[in-house]
């Protein structure tokens, strides 16, 4: 049987308090094996240079593979080659290349006037390096921007055709979501992996709001369930329930890798993967 892998996105700290949560992550998820843990990009690009900082020190320290996460956003092309360089300088050689989000209070989207245009560019020019393994993201229910989820896909084609080598979905509740998209993908010609992303329930409000930013459907037997669990004090155990029901549907519907948004809490994540039977193999060891 073949062992179900993990990976886990944290986000760089913005201050001291947010160091301790990212080192406590990497200490508690680390000895789970992840197949590599990714750092993301703020809005805009607002957190570069501490996406940049967090994913040389875990690399250095800890022996995890890292991914960092780079954007399109607020920079041009000669900027941001600079910055996949640098990472590559440091034996950091896995990118998740995404066109990213527009800063806070924009009404959408725009290319620096030097930039790079969408992530299927951005895609194409890391790969002519030779130097990256690069991942993206896929959305099984249509990104907002999208005209159609036919689009959707025939975008993500182009993004994996350009060099990619793996795709990450947005998250989702059902797994019938997951497999339908999965099979999509396989009739438009899309071979690569597709991994999908894992969000469990820290925070029930929290998760609606995000929901509804990036169009993921709660079902209404969900919704019901976290606000009866929120009134009697069980929402921790229906978190960890969920999140484990869902990864259990997904394994035995074949899948072989889940991705998890950590959202820099590892506890949930942690359980989750222990019920999965994912067992920590050994403390991390610093590298020198």
């Known amino acids: 049987m073949t062992r179900t892998t993990v990976s886990f996105e944290f986000f760089p700290p913005k201050n001291l308090e947010g160091s301790f949560r990212l080192w406590d992550c990497v200490n508690v998820l680390g000895p789970l094996g992840p197949e590599f843990v990714s750092v993301t990009y703020g809005a805009g690009g607002t957190t570069r240079q501490l996406t940049h900082e967090a994913v040389a020190t875990i690399h250095k320290t800890s022996g995890l593979t890292v991914a960092a996460h780079l954007t399109c956003v607020d920079a041009s092309r000669e900027e941001t080659m600079a910055i996949a360089e640098g990472y590559a300088a440091v034996g950091v050689t896995e990118i998740v290349a995404l066109r990213g989000d527009p800063p806070k209070g924009s009404d959408g989207f725009r290319a620096h006037g030097e930039g790079f245009g969408s992530s299927v560019e951005l895609v194409e020019a890391l790969a002519r390096t030779g130097k990256f393994r690069i991942r993206v993201g896929a959305y099984p229910e249509k990104h907002p921007e999208a005209g159609s989820a ?26 019938e979501t997951f497999f339908r998209f999965r099979d999509d993908c396989v009739k438009a010609g899309i071979t690569a992996p597709i991994i999908p992303g894992i969000l469990p329930v820290e925070s029930w409000a929290g998760v609606a709001r995000l929901s509804a930013r990036c169009g993921t459907e ?26 484990t029901s869902l990864c259990d549907r997904l394994v035995e519907g074949g899948v072989e890798h889940l991705h998890f948004y950590t959202l820099n809490k590892p506890g949930l994540t942690r359980d989750v993967c222990l019920a999965l039977g994912i067992a920590p193999k050994a403390r991390l060891q610093a590298v020198a």
């Open 150 to 175: 036919r689009a959707d896909i025939e975008f993500l084609k182009r993004k994996i055709d350009a060099g990619a080598s793996s795709a990450i979905t947005q998250f989702f509740f059902r797994p």
């Open 218 to 243: 709660i079902p209404a037997t969900t919704a019901l369930a976290f606000e009866h669990a929120e009134r009697d004090g069980t929402t921790e155990l229906l978190a960890l329930a969920t999140a």
